[in-house]
């Protein structure tokens, strides 16, 4: 497991458009937090918090993560080296939880440079009293949470297809679908105040608590379970493969 892990940081970390990814993301980021007059600029909230760079990174990790993971298996079908990993003596669970393990790191990594944000809050605050500092911590849990849903989600559309491109579609729909597509269907009155209890299977109303600095176990075993799902989904959809 820990050379698959190693080998998917060093495929990253080797190939530009690594790079270019997560410079996209800063870039996004840094434009609508700081710069520009919209809904998440920091300016414009009035309060010394980060629940906006955390709703807008919730966003951008919909298109994010699925770019990152779209050839952690879809390549690996391509080219052929699948059937060669079958011949290594790992198992399909080291295989799955290798690959996941690695982007998850690297979604990690591409959260780091937003610590600076923190450190920007205290000099635009009046006081550091005023900064929540549980309710970040908070906020970077469900991030984290958040990037492991996407990625299992990921790991998963890349295993049918050995189109990358294709993987990436199907993943960012797959993402946008879970995180945000029953929390839209709950908000249609016209189907009775009933479906408002729809809204708790989306992965945006167990995160948006999160990023609020609500401290519930509940949302953090619901977001750790949709990724064991999709996890052993994958599993058994490499086991098919193998056979």
Same mark, same amino acid.
């Given at each position: 497991?820990?050379?698959?892990?190693?080998?998917?940081?060093?495929?990253?970390?080797?190939?530009?458009?690594?790079?270019?990814?997560?410079?996209?993301?800063?870039?996004?980021?840094?434009?609508?937090?700081?710069?520009?007059?919209?809904?998440?600029?920091?300016?414009?909230? +009035?309060?010394?918090? !980060?629940?906006? $760079?955390?709703? /807008?990174? #919730?966003?951008?990790? %919909? @298109?994010?993560?699925?770019?990152?993971?779209?050839?952690?298996?879809?390549?690996?079908?391509?080219?052929?080296?699948?059937?060669?990993?079958?011949?290594?003596?790992?198992?399909?669970?080291?295989?799955?939880?290798?690959?996941?393990? +690695?982007?998850?790191? !690297?979604?990690? $990594?591409?959260? /780091?440079? #937003?610590?600076?944000? %923190? @450190?920007?809050?205290?000099q635009i605050a009046e006081s550091s009293n005023l900064i929540d500092?549980?309710?970040?911590?908070?906020?970077?849990?469900?991030?984290?949470?958040?990037?492991?849903?996407?990625?299992?989600?990921?790991?998963?559309?890349?295993?049918?297809?050995?189109?990358?491109?294709?993987?990436?579609?199907?993943?960012?729909?797959?993402?946008?679908?879970?995180?945000?597509?029953?929390?839209?269907?709950?908000?249609?009155?016209?189907?009775?105040?009933?479906?408002?209890?729809?809204?708790?299977?989306?992965?945006?109303?167990?995160?948006?608590?999160?990023?609020?600095?609500?401290?519930?176990?509940?949302?953090?075993?619901?977001?750790?379970?949709?990724?064991?799902?999709?996890?052993?989904?994958?599993?058994?959809?490499?086991?098919?493969?193998?056979?």
């Open positions: 497991m820990k050379a698959i892990f190693y080998k998917e940081l060093q495929s990253f970390f080797t190939n530009p458009l690594g790079y270019i990814i997560v410079g996209v993301y800063l870039m996004m980021n840094a434009l609508f937090l700081w710069w520009i007059n919209n809904d998440f600029n920091i300016f414009e909230s +009035g309060y010394a918090q !980060l629940v906006n $760079f955390f709703e /807008l990174s #919730s966003w951008l990790f %919909i @298109f994010i993560v699925p770019a990152m993971a779209m050839k952690s298996f879809s390549e690996e079908i391509k080219r052929g080296t699948i059937e060669i990993i079958f011949t290594q003596p790992i198992t399909t669970w080291q295989l799955v939880l290798g690959k996941f393990l +690695g982007h998850l790191v !690297l979604g990690i $990594f591409a959260l /780091l440079p #937003s610590l600076f944000y %923190i @450190f920007s809050l205290s500092y549980g309710a970040i911590g908070l906020g970077y849990l469900g991030l984290i949470l958040l990037i492991s849903c996407f990625t299992a989600i990921s790991l998963l559309t890349s295993s049918f297809t050995s189109n990358q491109i294709t993987s990436f579609l199907v993943g960012v729909v797959t993402c946008l679908i879970l995180f945000y597509a029953f929390h839209g269907i709950s908000t249609f009155q016209l189907f009775g105040s009933e479906i408002y209890s729809l809204e708790y299977l989306s992965l945006h109303y167990h995160f948006a608590s999160l990023s609020r600095g609500v401290a519930d176990t509940r949302n953090v075993l619901f977001m750790l379970s949709v990724s064991f799902l999709f996890l052993l989904i994958t599993y058994q959809r490499i086991e098919k493969l193998k056979n």
